[in-house]
T-cell receptor
């Protein structure tokens, strides 16, 4: 049972380059989320998706693009990376249903933009 | 802007003591409350969930919720060095399908 995986786990890229972070879950959860975690800011929501082809902005969406053509995948693209996007990125998922359901997190991707 | 506030710490307690972590939230309509534990370099993992006013116990952990005062707390009894981590409070709004809003976390250090 793989659960939720993220790739790559570590990435170094240069300012201005496009980079895509992958998230894959095997539970068929309806909801998927992207957060970034920075010192002093905690976990901040970038984008989330309620189902395939349905996405919505979170707290800090600028500079990011998401898509969700399949339920199990939710890639996050930085179209033109900036140093301020250096962060740890966590993908999460949860099933649709009652508010009692927790969000399950992937292992994270540590991204450095030079 | 829905906010979740936590004392960033670090909170230091001796081994065997009770650690008390607190969290306040701004959205009075919030319905579900979660405590996640995050070890350094790892992803958050759920340790407690609470939905109703009062206390909920699970082993050494007790979550307390007071909706009127808009706070939720986590007590860790018989603290162990392995409990040293950052504890994140998360809140879900009135609609069951809204994303969790996280506090910035409280760093707990249990001293042997």
């Amino acid at each position: 049972d793989a659960g939720i995986t993220q790739s790559p786990r570590y990435k170094i890229t240069e300012t201005g380059r496009q980079v895509t972070l992958m998230c894959h879950q095997t539970w068929s959860h309806s909801y998927m989320f992207w957060y970034r975690q920075d010192l002093g800011h905690g976990l901040r929501l970038i984008y989330y998706s309620a189902a395939a082809d349905i996405t919505d902005k979170g707290e800090v969406p600028d500079g990011y693009v998401v898509s969700r053509s399949k339920t199990e995948n939710f890639p996050l693209t930085l179209e033109s990376a900036t140093r301020s996007q250096t962060s740890v990125y966590f993908c999460a998922s949860r099933p649709v249903g009652t508010e009692r359901y927790e969000q399950y997190f992937g292992p994270g991707t540590r991204l450095t933009v030079t | 802007q829905k906010e979740v506030e936590q004392n960033s710490g670090p909170l230091s307690v001796p081994e065997g003591a009770i650690a008390s972590l607190n969290c306040t939230y701004s959205d009075r309509g919030s319905q579900s409350f979660f405590w996640y534990r995050q070890y350094s370099g790892k992803s958050p993992e759920l340790i407690m969930f609470i939905y109703s006013n009062g206390d909920k116990e699970d082993g050494r952990f007790t979550a307390q919720l007071n909706k009127a005062s808009q706070y939720v707390s986590l007590l860790i009894r018989d603290s162990q060095p392995s409990d040293s981590a950052t504890y994140l409070c998360a809140v879900r709004g009135k609609s069951g399908n809204t994303p969790l809003v996280f506090g910035k976390g409280t760093r707990l250090s249990v001293i042997a």
